[in-house]
């Protein structure tokens, strides 16, 4: 069964920096990649950290130069490394990954770490 537990969300004053966790069980992070969405009120989910197929790091212009995504396989762990909050980067934050079987895609994500960013 796969989980994916964030961790790491909270309150922080414009220009502050947050580290969030997800932590994978059921996968092998090194055969499934995760990345990181984020949701703000209002709005729809989008996409702001993911690993390429080449293993490379990419950022949607919103984020880039602020957030750095990175991984741990052995932990089983990515993490998003947040600098320079503006207050637009609050939102729910959620890891997700895709499982393929038989020849179908399954998304799996987790709960979700609030991150609000105070101006």
């Known amino acids: 069964q796969v989980q994916l537990v964030e961790s790491g969300g909270g309150l922080v004053q414009a220009g502050g920096s947050l580290r969030l966790s997800c932590a994978a069980s059921?996968?092998?992070?090194?055969?499934?990649?995760m990345d990181w969405y984020r949701q703000a009120p209002g709005k729809q989910r989008e996409l702001v950290a993911y690993f390429t197929n080449s293993g490379s790091t990419n950022y949607p212009d919103a984020v880039r130069g602020r957030f750095t995504i990175s991984r741990d396989n052995a932990k089983n762990t990515i993490y998003l490394q947040m600098n320079s909050l503006k207050p637009e980067d609050t939102a729910v934050y959620y890891c997700?990954?895709?499982?393929?079987?038989?020849?179908?895609?399954?998304?799996?994500w987790g709960r979700g770490t609030q991150v609000t960013v105070s101006s």
């Open positions: 059921g996968i092998i992070l090194s055969i499934n990649p």
């Open positions: 997700h990954t895709t499982i393929w079987s038989r020849g179908m895609p399954r998304d799996y």
